[in-house]
T-cell receptor, first 110, second 114 residues
Framework: SQQGEEDPQALSIQEGENATMNCSYK?????LQWYRQNSGRGLVHLIL?????REKHSGRLRVTLDTSKKSSSLLITASRAADTASYFC??????????FGAGTTVTVRA | DAMVIQNPRYQVTQFGKPVTLSCSQT?????MYWYQQKSSQAPKLLFH???????NEADTPDNFQSRRPNTSFCFLDIRSPGLGDAAMYLC?????????????FGPGTRLTVL
């Protein structure tokens, strides 16, 4: 069953602006991952944050995790047209299985 | 270099006509997964193999079967496709099934059922 829920469902920003999307989940997790999916393609792993971590950076990506609120955020700084994609959070609970949210569709306008 | 390859990228079949989707990997990963993703929805895990051990999700319809003849290849067989089976089918691999094992996805096969 779907564990994560992303918010907003869709986001449109100007190139150079920052994009922030949120993920909420229901049960306790070992870690939370973010994936990107370009239109009509497979998913690409972006970043993994463990349950004992609060913040993680990778290039222009910043991920936060608040286990008390069961939520995570993904920030993309200085967005580019190539960042146009859908972004999914994925959580694992008590086993290997990843449970994906429905995603946030980000459109970066040139 | 392609790591997870799916063929074909687009598949059209008729209602009730069996279809097989193919996935291969060059990563030598132990685990291979099949997901179904409908438009604007989350990928939904259908089943996975850990080596030769097959693990079916409880809500995966019997209409969906899978084969993994060797480490590199995994097939998804849809015995009698219905209109509701039209979706993107994603294959993924991971080295292990631990909580921190990253999954590597193929580009997907978009299935159309006429």
């Amino acid at each position: 069953s779907q564990q994560g829920e992303e918010d907003p469902q869709a986001l449109s920003i100007q190139e150079g602006e920052n994009a922030t999307m949120n993920c909420s989940y229901k049960t306790s997790i070992n870690n939370l991952q973010w994936y990107r999916q370009n239109s009509g393609r497979g998913l690409v792993h972006l970043i993994l944050i463990r349950s004992n971590e609060r913040e993680k950076h990778s290039g222009r990506l910043r991920v936060t995790l608040d286990t008390s609120k069961k939520s995570s955020s993904l920030l993309i700084t200085a967005s580019r047209a190539a960042d146009t994609a859908s972004y999914f959070c994925a959580t694992d609970s008590n086993d290997y299985k990843l449970s994906f949210g429905a995603g946030t569709t980000v459109t970066v306008r040139a | 270099d392609a790591m997870v390859i799916q063929n074909p990228r687009y598949q059209v079949t008729q209602f009730g006509k069996p279809v097989t989707l193919s996935c291969s990997q060059t990563l030598n990963h132990n685990v291979m997964y099949w997901y179904q993703q409908k438009s604007s929805q989350a990928p939904k895990l259908l089943f996975h193999y850990y080596d030769k051990d097959f693990n079916n999700e409880a809500d995966t319809p019997d209409n969906f079967q899978s084969r993994r003849p060797n480490t590199s290849f995994c097939f998804l067989d849809i015995r009698s496709p219905g209109l509701g089976d039209a979706a993107m089918y994603l294959c993924a691999t991971s080295r292990g099934s631990g909580a921190t094992d990253t999954q590597y996805f193929g580009p997907g096969t978009r299935l159309t059922v006429l």
